[in-house]
C-alpha cells in the first residue's frame, strides 16, 4: 500500500501521519508531500526518516492512496492529476463535500456507498463529523424535522497560526494575527468568511452537509459558529425537534450502543463533554442530554470531539481503511 499524505508539514497532516501509525494501516511505501518551501524536510515515520517530495513528483510515483490536507485550491488542481493516474484521494478540504459527483463520507455512516469508481472521495468538515455522528442514530429512529446548532471551535481549527496567536496573547507577546481581534478572554462569532446571506462558509457547511452524507433534505439545520481560545476540541450546543417522540432513557441507551460515540452524560457527578476530555481521541462524546421544555419532541445535546482527529485525520483514515478492508483500492 503505497500511500501520499499530501501536506504532510501541516498540524492536520502531522496528525494524520500519527495516526496512521497509530492504527497500523498497512503502509508499505509513505510519500511525504507538501509544498515547494517544505520540500528536501525530513519527517519521521513508524521509526524511519522520509524526504518530503512534491506533488509532480507524488503524481508520478502513482501511489495507490492520497489523503490530502492541504487547501481547496490545491485540491482541485492535484486531486484530478492523482486520479487520473488511477490513485485514490481522500480529500479533507471543502474543495468537493457538495459536488453532487463525489461522495461525501463518516465511514459509521455511509462507507458503504463507496466503490471502486469512487476516485475522490470527501471528508465532512469538522464540526459536521461530530454533529451527524450523534443525529445519525436519532434520526434513524425519530426522525429530524429541525436542528438549531450553535458551535465552540477551538483555535486549532483555523491552523497553526492562529494557535500561534492565542499562546502569544497569553504569554503577552507581539506577533502575527490570525483573526481581525483578539482570540485570548474573546469570542468570535466569525469562523470562515461571511457570506451573501449573512452566515459564514462554516454555517453553511453545518447546515448543508450533514443532508448529504445523510442523504436526506426533509430536515433543515440552522447554524451559528463561533470561535474559542482553547488550543484543541470543538464543542457544540445542538436543539434537535422530531416528528416523533422519544424517551430520554431510549435515546442515551441508542447513544451509548453506536460506535465511535461516548455518553458522559451524569450531572450528579459532574459528568459531561469536554474538549480536554476529547483531546487525542478518536471518539465523539455526548451529554447534557434533555428534552427542550418548550416544544414538543425536541431534545438538547451537548457535543465535543476532538477536531484535528475525528474532525479530519481519524475520519479519512477510518474511509481509508474501510477502502482497503473492501479492496477497493
Not at 507524488?58 to 492535484?78: C, H, M, Q, R, Y
Request: proline share 5%; aromatic share 6%; charged share 20%.
Amino acid at each position: 500500500m503505497r500511500v501520499a499524505i499530501v501536506g504532510a508539514t501541516g498540524m492536520v497532516g502531522e496528525v494524520m501521519l500519527k495516526v496512521l501509525a497509530e492504527r497500523a494501516f498497512p503502509v508499505t511505501e509513505l510519500y511525504p508531500v507538501a509544498s515547494e518551501r517544505s520540500v528536501g524536510k525530513e519527517i519521521q515515520y513508524a521509526g524511519k526518516s522520509h524526504t518530503v517530495i512534491g506533488l509532480a513528483q507524488a503524481v508520478s510515483l502513482k501511489p495507490d492512496l492520497a489523503i490530502f490536507s492541504a487547501g481547496g485550491n490545491t485540491s482541485l488542481e492535484w486531486a484530478p492529476k492523482f486520479a487520473e493516474v488511477g490513485t485514490t484521494v481522500i480529500d479533507n478540504s471543502s474543495a468537493w463535500r457538495m459536488d453532487p459527483t463525489k461522495k461525501l463520507i463518516v465511514p459509521e455512516i455511509n462507507a458503504a456507498a463507496l466503490t471502486e469508481n469512487d476516485k475522490i472521495i470527501a471528508n465532512p468538515n469538522c464540526s459536521t463529523i461530530q454533529l451527524v455522528m450523534i443525529l445519525a442514530p436519532l434520526h434513524a429512529k425519530y426522525k429530524m424535522k429541525r436542528v438549531v446548532v450553535s458551535t465552540y471551535q477551538s483555535v486549532s481549527g483555523t491552523g497553526v497560526k492562529a494557535v500561534q496567536q492565542l499562546e502569544n496573547e497569553i504569554a503577552g507577546t507581539e506577533g502575527e494575527m490570525a483573526y481581525p481581534y483578539p482570540i485570548n478572554r474573546n469570542a468570535l462569532p466569525h469562523c470562515d468568511v461571511f457570506l451573501e446571506n449573512g452566515y459564514t462558509k462554516e454555517e453553511m457547511k453545518l447546515a448543508r452537509e450533514p443532508q448529504k452524507i445523510l442523504d436526506d433534505r426533509t430536515f433543515s439545520i440552522t447554524a451559528t459558529a463561533v470561535r474559542i481560545p482553547t488550543s484543541g476540541g470543538h464543542s457544540e450546543s445542538v436543539n434537535v425537534e422530531f416528528e416523533n417522540d422519544f424517551n430520554l432513557e431510549d435515546v442515551r441507551r441508542l447513544l451509548h450502543e453506536t460506535p465511535g460515540v461516548v455518553v458522559q452524560d451524569n450531572p450528579e457527578t459532574n459528568t459531561y463533554p469536554m474538549p480536554v476530555y476529547a483531546h487525542d481521541k478518536d471518539d465523539v462524546f455526548v451529554g447534557r442530554i434533555r428534552r427542550d421544555e418548550t416544544q414538543p419532541n425536541s431534545l438538547n445535546l451537548w457535543i465535543v470531539a476532538d477536531n484535528l482527529r475525528k474532525g479530519a485525520a481519524t475520519n479519512a483514515i477510518q474511509i481509508a481503511e474501510y477502502l482497503a478492508g473492501k479492496q477497493l483500492l
